[in-house]
């Protein structure tokens, strides 16, 4: 990837649902060779899809936590059972391995500390192999951006 194209990254992070017209005039290029760059990019996996950045307060899903998971076990069927059964859980957004003292971090979105509970009891908990949970509730966002930093 050149920096034409993390050019052209950045400007559709922005903006997914601009014409190709207006994202070749953005990156200095011309349509068609604007085109078959993003065509490229796609192709390559580079752009994964598109997607559109909602409000979860507004969507009725006000309350986000970070929820960092141990497991009681590292082995491969225990990892793979774990990862398999979080992949399921709709409330849970994003899931990372982790190093440090937990091995996985969760984003949860719910729409209220009742509802919460009812995750950790009836979601999380059924999964099994879990030796601890700690949850981190969100109550501000500073930043919050999609949008990669240029790369010197």
């Given at each position: 990837m050149d920096d034409k194209d993390?050019?052209?990254?950045r400007t559709l992070q922005r903006n997914g649902r601009m014409t190709n017209q207006d994202l070749a005039a953005?990156?200095?290029l011309s349509p068609s060779p604007c085109l078959r760059r993003l065509k490229n990019l796609e192709a390559a996996g580079a752009i994964r899809g598109y997607s559109v950045d909602v409000d979860?307060?507004?969507?009725?899903?006000p309350v986000n936590a970070f929820v960092r998971v141990s497991l009681e076990r590292h082995t491969e069927d225990a990892v793979q059972q774990f990862e398999n059964r979080i992949r399921a859980i709709d409330e849970v957004l994003e899931c990372y391995v982790m190093t440090g003292l937990s091995d996985y971090l969760l984003r949860v979105?719910?729409?209220?500390?009742?509802?919460?509970?009812t995750f950790v009891r009836k979601r999380l908990h059924p999964v099994g192999g879990i030796g601890s949970i700690d949850t981190s509730f969100v109550y501000g966002t500073v930043k919050k951006t999609g949008v990669f930093p240029v790369i010197d």
């Open positions: 993390r050019q052209i990254v953005e990156v200095n979860s307060k507004a969507y009725g899903l979105v719910v729409a209220d500390l009742d509802h919460y509970e």
